[in-house]
């Protein structure tokens, strides 16, 4: 049987909170995500607290999603810029297909004209049954791709192969959508740079990987250039990721999202095109 999700809702503290112009997490499936990335910080939280559940995650309530939805559109919970839909599990996992939550949850956004931001390694956005309800004034779109090697992604990862979520990027953005590539995270041995620049997108979101005792475990990956330790994670230093962004020239905007101070400083007066938000979104 499956358990009802019941922490759907979260606007987000701490030092990720601080730096992010959109704490506010709205998540239909919870506990646990099929996709099962082997380096995904929330697997690595949810592991040490025996929540982890991939096999069988747990399903939000419509009802309480509608009544928060309705709190939020009347500003009961704060200025609210956009809802994150996907913030700790992935909304277009394959239990989607059976539950249809995302879909019903972007109805009710839309009907309450509240702004959603989608994050997903799912190609089941850009299906012309969801295109035809996402509404352009309120939907922001980012679709992550972690590898260029359809081959290698399945190794560390069990969403669609990346050709599919860059299909998927390339259809949103010709249909006129707010939709970006999320390189999240950037591991640099990972990514063809011409098969990257090449993907017919106006923006790219960049997240570089941060590692955790739990991820070190799962992923076997060279740590030697993560050097720089902060809140209990480990980054690349700043100069090693302002080289590696210099590879990254097939598009029109870049923008990094941060996690490490020093860095995120750095991002927010020296790079991104938006220093008061690192999504970029259009709003």
């Keep these: ?105 972007i109805r009710i956004l839309n ?29 922001h779109i980012q679709i992550t791709v972690t590898t260029t090697d359809d081959d290698l992604s399945m190794s560390y990862e069990k969403a669609v192969v990346p050709s599919r979520r860059i299909k998927a990027i390339e259809k949103l953005q010709e249909n006129g959508f707010d939709v970006a590539l999320r390189l999240s995270p950037f591991i640099p041995e990972y990514v063809d740079l011409s098969v990257l620049n090449a993907v017919k997108c106006d923006k790219i979101q960049v997240e570089f990987l941060r590692v955790n005792s739990w991820i070190q475990k799962w992923f076997d990956i060279d740590y030697t250039p993560y050097t720089v330790k902060q809140s209990g994670y480990l980054h690349r230093t700043l100069e090693d990721k302002i080289r590696l962004l210099q590879g990254i020239t097939g598009f029109k905007q870049v923008s990094v999202c941060e996690d490490e101070s020093e860095a995120y400083e750095y991002w927010k007066n020296h790079f991104n095109p938006n220093p008061d938000d690192c999504c970029n979104l259009r709003i």
């Design 1 to 105: 049987m499956t358990k009802e999700f019941k922490s759907f809702y979260k606007n987000v503290g701490g030092n990720e909170g601080s730096k992010c112009k959109y704490p506010c997490r709205l998540d239909v499936y919870g506990c646990g995500c099929s996709h099962d990335c082997k380096y995904c910080y929330a697997k690595s939280l949810l592991s040490f607290r025996k929540l982890w559940n991939p096999q069988d995650p747990s399903v939000a309530d419509l009802g309480k999603i509608r009544k928060q939805v309705e709190k939020i559109a009347k500003g009961k919970c704060g200025e609210i810029k956009a809802v994150r839909l996907g913030g700790m599990t992935d909304c277009f996992q394959p239990i989607e297909t059976t539950h249809k939550l995302a879909y019903e949850t």
């Design 111 to 139: 009907e309450f004209r509240v702004p959603y931001l989608i994050v997903t390694k799912s190609d089941l956005i850009a299906s012309d049954e969801y295109i035809a309800i996402l509404d352009k004034d309120l939907a």
